[in-house]
């Protein structure tokens, strides 16, 4: 599905992030982009994402170039990305509101958009029921990523982008995301890419890992995490294992 | 401001200027009471009404237009670096100008009429908002635009979901802020070249009849005014933006 082919991807300050980069990912995959800061995760995700553009190379998906944000994608942040002057649901509607604004154009719109898509149980989906009405700050960081997750999901996207979603989060909250995460990419069949830089939210998450090292990144080193998606994965000593393993292999770059 | 607090400063006012004018006991210094009385029957019996309406209409034509211009102007420097390194430097060389020095050449170049008076009250409110609009729109997090461009987004959807909006508390600061000076401005603008305005009546009464408690009913009339536009704005503040007033 996600092509990255001999990519290069310069900061305007001159530091080269990738330099014939490439990277595979297939159809309803789940991948964790991991690596310590300043390591072009960020930027990764904004390529994927459609945001940002290498100056060699191209990024494919579906075999077709990205070249403006691509309508079936969704990207979750750290940040949220709420509109503070509008509610939990006008906020969850936002997608669904900018569809209708354009009209399927194919550019900003999928072609084959049909209104209709229901936005109340998304949010009841993600227990935001009761705070449909609230603003964004009158409730919590993790109803605030919650509010952003239905927003994203209400459009059906196929491909899902997180760049470091929970990491503002406390632990319970944390963990209770990523779970919910997790269940959302197996019941919506997705394709999911999770930047993040804790080793544990890897292992969580990624089917597959991706670590990327100091600048540039010029090869792929993938670590194969099938266990990953069982229930109580986390509490295995195959999770306590492959997370020395990734913190080892992180160490062994500095 | 709560309702209570406000006839409480009223009342206090009140107060001080009866002390003053028993104390002074001068022509130029009526009672309030009888300043009180002069007004509303200036009110009933109308010949202060014409100079309401034609201050009032000076102060909110040149509002709309100012907002008309400054919000969108405000709007492209703020999210376009490139203009706004551009004119930055313009803005501010002209905005720290107090604007009342232009008031003369303004009556030269504009002559006589409505125009020049409202020119002069558009320009004090064109840069408040302008500069108050541009900052909003700047200080907008890279992250909101970002994951509203995710959803679909491009400029125009931006402007309309993002940065209109975003812009609409900034107008409102703004006008707050300046409708005072703007009420202020009104009176010096209208003591040039016009028959029509409460700075008119209040000369007029005041320099040529020396009809002082005339002269204080229009000044109560022109507080009255910035008071109403102040209150205005608060409630549309209220209206249009509750989510900045929830806990």
């Known amino acids: ?254 | 401001m709560k309702r209570r607090e406000l006839i409480f400063a009223i009342l206090v006012i009140l107060a001080v200027w009866q002390a003053a004018a028993m104390l002074i006991r001068q022509p130029i210094l009526p009672s309030p009471l009888v300043v009180i009385l002069v007004f509303f029957q200036e009110l009933v019996n109308g010949s202060m009404i014409p100079h309401v309406l034609a201050s009032l209409w000076r102060v909110l034509i040149s509002t709309l237009l100012a907002i008309a211009t400054a919000a969108p102007l405000g709007l492209i420097l703020g999210q376009s670096q490139r203009f706004n390194s551009l004119f930055s430097p313009v803005i501010y060389i002209l905005y720290p100008i107090p604007k009342v020095v232009f008031v003369p050449i303004i009556l030269l170049l504009f002559g006589i009429g409505d125009f020049p008076k409202i020119v002069i009250i558009f320009i004090i409110l064109f840069f408040q908002i302008l500069v108050l609009v541009r900052d909003q729109a700047a200080a907008i997090r890279p992250e909101l635009i970002q994951s509203v461009r995710s959803l679909g987004a491009g400029r125009r959807a931006l402007f309309r979901f993002v940065y209109i909006p975003a812009s609409v508390p900034a107008i409102l600061t703004a006008l707050r802020q300046s409708v005072g000076t703007a009420v202020a401005v009104l009176y010096i603008a209208e003591l040039f070249a016009t028959q029509k305005g409460l700075g008119y009546y209040i000369y007029y009464n005041g320099s040529t009849l020396f009809d002082y408690a005339s002269m204080y009913a229009g000044i109560i009339a022109l507080s009255l005014m910035g008071l109403i536009l102040y209150f205005s704005v608060d409630w549309l503040e209220r209206r249009l933006c509750p989510w900045q007033f929830v806990h």
Request: proline fraction near 7%; charge should be negative; glycine fraction near 8%.
């Open chain 1, 1 to 254: 599905m996600i092509r990255f082919s001999s990519i290069t991807y310069t900061y305007p300050n001159g530091l080269s992030i990738f330099k014939e980069f490439s990277w595979h990912v297939e159809r309803g995959e789940a991948w964790a982009v991991l690596g310590p800061s300043g390591c072009g995760k960020t930027t990764l995700l904004y390529l994927l994402a459609g945001l940002r553009f290498p100056s060699c190379g191209q990024v494919l998906i579906d075999g077709s170039p990205l070249i403006r944000p691509r309508p079936e994608t969704g990207l979750i942040l750290q940040d949220y990305g709420l509109l503070p002057w509008a509610s939990v649901r006008q906020n969850a509607e936002l997608g669904l509101r900018l569809r209708s604004f354009y009209g399927p154009d194919g550019k900003h719109v999928p072609q084959d958009f049909q209104t209709g898509a229901d936005v109340l149980s998304w949010l009841d989906r993600l227990g935001l029921s009761d705070f449909q009405g609230k603003y964004p700050s009158q409730i919590s960081g993790g109803q605030r990523q919650r509010t952003a997750i239905a927003r994203t999901l209400a459009l059906n996207p196929d491909l899902l982008l997180m760049d470091e979603p929970f990491s503002s989060l406390d632990a319970p909250t944390r963990e209770s995301l990523q779970m919910l995460t997790q269940e959302l990419w197996a019941e919506n069949q997705l394709t999911l890419v999770i930047v993040t830089h804790a080793i544990e939210e890897a292992a969580i998450l990624g089917h597959k890992i991706l670590l990327l090292n100091q600048p540039p990144n010029t090869s792929t080193r993938v670590i194969e995490n099938p266990g990953s998606f069982q229930p109580d994965f986390r509490y295995t000593s195959a999770y306590t294992a492959l997370c020395r393993e990734l913190h080892l292999q992180m160490e062994s770059e500095k």
